[in-house]
């Protein structure tokens, strides 16, 4: 009988290995250097201001940008809003500020002062901005990689989806997986923050959602999937890191999965690295890889190299 289990497990171990891509930790490798710090908003300004969630892209004139949502200022409402700097270099410190580059309209039906978690990336010719709205995820678009319009409705209305009233639907972003778009995202629940998953074909349609992260030791707190961002590395599978804490105790947890929508439900199978830093975006240029993340005290942000180091 003990013989018989004990083959039984083994043979369960080999079929999920076999169907497993080889391991990786991410590594951040070397020094930080910070590109931007807490901007000057002028009649916007409100004590303790911070600049949170960001995106970083490039324009096809080569320069580099970074938005970022602004929380705690002056705009009214629940205080949010984008920021804009620049950069010829990604390695440059201290990114050019160029101004606020967005507020919410509410005619549209996003939520006074409710701009949150900003990511842009580049489809063809089109660049795609996605964002959280509040109460719901938006989108716009940009030709030039620097001007944005909203994507409206039929009705006029920005709104792609929610996951219900109040939740706080937040924190989008989109990657291509296999034949189809793959938005990921977070929200409050009743049971605690989980990582979301949609897919669609066109980047306007989306399907239902569906958890692919909750639990394990990000825990189960409304903010357990604060700032999704997965990766696709090729035989190495996807990565998702998903952010809990922030701040001194800033923590990050990196799952590796060959399916990008299963990182695990109550469960730390895919868990491969805790990274003590909030709101990761990675970037690849030039050949290498970067990863950009809040500076220690929430007043700005920062980039450093990233590195992918094969586990035996």
Known sequence: MKCATACALLAACGDNLAGSPPRAVPQVAGDWWNISGVPDLGALNAPGQQPVDFTIWQAPDAMWHLWSCIRFTGVGGNSRLFYHWQSPSLTASDWEPTGIAMEADPSVGEIAGGLQAPFVFRDGATFHLFYGAWQAICSATSTDGVTFT???????????????????????????????????????????????????????????????????????????????????????????????????????????????????????????????????????????????????????????????????
């Open 150 to 312: 909203r994507v409206l409705d039929a009705h006029g209305q920005c709104p792609l989806f929610d996951e219900g009233q109040g939740e706080n639907t937040r924190d989008p972003m989109v990657v291509r997986a296999g034949d189809h778009w793959q938005v990921v995202y977070t929200a409050f629940a009743p049971d605690g923050g989980a990582v979301y998953a949609r897919t669609s074909d066109d980047l306007v349609h989306w399907s239902g959602s569906r958890r692919i992260a909750y639990g394990g030791v990000a825990g189960v707190g409304g903010s357990a999937g604060e700032s999704p961002f997965i990766t696709d590395r090729g035989e190495l599978g996807y990565f998702l890191f998903r952010t809990h804490a922030y701040g001194a105790d800033a923590a990050t947890e990196v799952y590796q999965s060959s399916d990008p929508e299963d990182f695990g439900i109550d469960t730390d199978r895919f868990h491969v690295a805790s990274l003590p830093i909030a709101s990761p975006e990675l970037i690849d240029a030039g050949g290498e890889s970067f990863i950009a993340a809040f500076k220690p005290d929430t007043d700005g942000i920062r980039i450093s190299h990233l590195t992918w180091v094969p586990e035996p």
